[in-house]
């Protein structure tokens, strides 16, 4: 199994998942004409997407999903709480399918099991996706940990996880006041130090790849991240791995 990122961040967020003969495209937050390029820079032809799995209905998450969809005749995948909220800009799609958030379901070689996660949407959930030997689980757009959060990320081989923001500098930052809170609470986004107890209270033993992704260019820097999350890992800030807003993320294969 493999992944690799579109792009990640507040601008628009893309990810793609491949195992055997099944390619997903986690969230599609770029135009049609964006997302395209982005999947030729990857090496992917859109003919090989299998389908799109959404997370929630925030624009830089959705807002090429309904575009890219029906070029490609391709179904999506959501809640349905996403998919009332999402409904006016996604447009007509013409293959939907709703999962329930506690429940797995599987499109093609890929598990997928979700999972719901506190965010100020209707119905989000974020997901570990497997083969059958790896596990990768993909935790964004959080504003706090649950203990089912901490149980579905642990043992996972491959990890990608929001570091959303520096605490210090999202409070000394330009944000209005209403929405730091916004971005802070319980339904907002994880910070550095957020991120970095979770992962400290998971087990790591299989972790091969961990990514930080979601990165404020406002209220963060990469340098941040990584150091929040090797201090947990106990290696050199060199060695965390970021996915940026505009190159991404080249594809990390994941041993079985």
Request: proline share 4%; with cysteine.
């Amino acid at each position: 199994m493999r992944f690799a990122y579109l792009g990640s961040g507040s601008k628009g967020n893309g990810a793609l998942v491949h195992a055997g003969n099944t390619m997903l495209l986690l969230d599609c937050g770029f135009s049609a004409k964006e997302t395209l390029g982005r999947l030729d820079r990857a090496g992917v032809d859109a003919e090989d997407l299998e389908a799109i799995v959404v997370t929630h209905e925030h624009g830089d998450h959705i807002s090429g999903v309904g575009a890219v969809a029906r070029k490609l005749d391709i179904p999506v995948w959501l809640t349905a709480g996403t998919g009332r909220a999402a409904a006016s800009r996604l447009g007509k799609i013409p293959k939907i399918r709703y999962f329930d958030p506690h429940t797995d379901f599987v499109v093609g070689d890929i598990q997928v099991q979700p999972f719901p996660v506190p965010h100020d949407a209707l119905e989000p959930a974020q997901f570990v996706f497997s083969d059958g030997a790896s596990r990768l689980g993909i935790l964004t757009d959080v504003g706090s940990i649950t203990s089912h959060i901490e149980q579905v990320l642990s043992e996972c081989d491959a990890l990608a996880l929001e570091c959303n923001h520096d605490s210090k500098m999202l409070e000394r930052g330009p944000y209005p006041q209403a929405l730091k809170q916004r971005v802070a609470g319980r339904l907002g986004h994880l910070s550095n130090f957020a991120a970095a107890e979770l992962l400290e209270k998971i087990d790591r033993s299989r972790l091969q790849h961990l990514v930080a992704v979601h990165l404020s260019e406002t209220n963060n820097s990469p340098s941040l991240a990584q150091a929040a999350l090797a201090s947990v890992m106990g290696c050199g800030s060199d060695q965390i791995i970021v996915a940026g807003q505009e190159e991404g993320l080249e594809w990390c294969n994941i041993e079985a």
